[in-house]
């Protein structure tokens, strides 16, 4: 399963992205879905979740400044990312899991710097 990324670039502090991600070709709604984010040196981290049943957590360091939904007519989950920080600055990798199947796959990465 190749999972497409997109929506990532350069944005100034307090901007706005918006990240989506397409995963063709599968059961999209039995799969629960979710943005991971490693900035350079660092490890890679959970931002947000969504469940198959649209359940949400999201890391701490996003709570009230990300969203994420899922379209599952368009096998499309979202992150919408507002008042963006300079710490924000990462490859941001898309993430789906069947844990009932132990089938999971991750995107390739898009780039979302933030920058004055």
């Known amino acids: 399963v190749q999972l497409v990324e997109s929506g990532g670039g350069l944005v100034q502090p307090g901007g706005s992205l918006k990240l989506s991600c397409v995963a063709p070709k599968i059961r999209f709604r039995l799969y629960d879905m979710g943005w991971y984010r490693q900035a350079p040196g660092k490890q890679r981290e959970l931002v947000a979740t969504i469940t198959k049943d649209v359940r949400t957590n999201f890391a701490d360091s996003v709570k009230g400044r990300f969203t994420i939904s899922r379209d599952n007519e368009k096998n499309t989950v979202y992150l919408h990312m507002n008042s963006l920080k300079l710490e924000d600055t990462a490859v941001y990798y898309c993430?789906?899991?069947?844990?009932?199947?132990?089938?999971?796959?991750w995107g390739q990465g898009t780039q979302v710097t933030v920058s004055s």
């Open positions: 993430n789906i899991k069947r844990a009932a199947v132990s089938l999971e796959y």
